[in-house]
């Protein structure tokens, strides 16, 4: 069975996991503005785990193509710190 495709544009959440610090932060956020520039604030969110671990940064894009998504996956997956994305 295929996956089922996307229809562009879209929004399209995804959420990096790592270490807690301001550098994981500033990395992830400047690789998700080269390639979703027009991202607005409340289009972001972030949670620490239970224990304070681990950092959760959940951004809501608009997806404008799989490409974009591809290589903005590929380049947070590169990210120094990057642990996850979901």
């Not at 996991?17 to 972030?46: C, K």
């Not at 799989?66 to 990210?79: G, V, W, Y």
Request: overall charge neutral.
């Amino acid at each position: 069975m295929s996956k089922p495709r996307l229809q562009f544009p879209t929004d399209y959440p995804i959420k990096i996991i790592g270490r807690p610090s301001d550098e994981l932060r500033a990395r992830v956020h400047a690789v998700v503005l080269r390639h979703s520039p027009g991202l607005e604030a409340e289009r972001v969110s972030e949670r620490l785990s239970g224990n304070g671990n681990f950092l959760s940064i959940s951004y809501t894009l608009l997806a404008e193509s799989r490409e974009q998504i591809e290589a903005l996956t590929a380049e947070l997956k590169a990210c120094d710190g990057v642990m996850m994305l979901i």
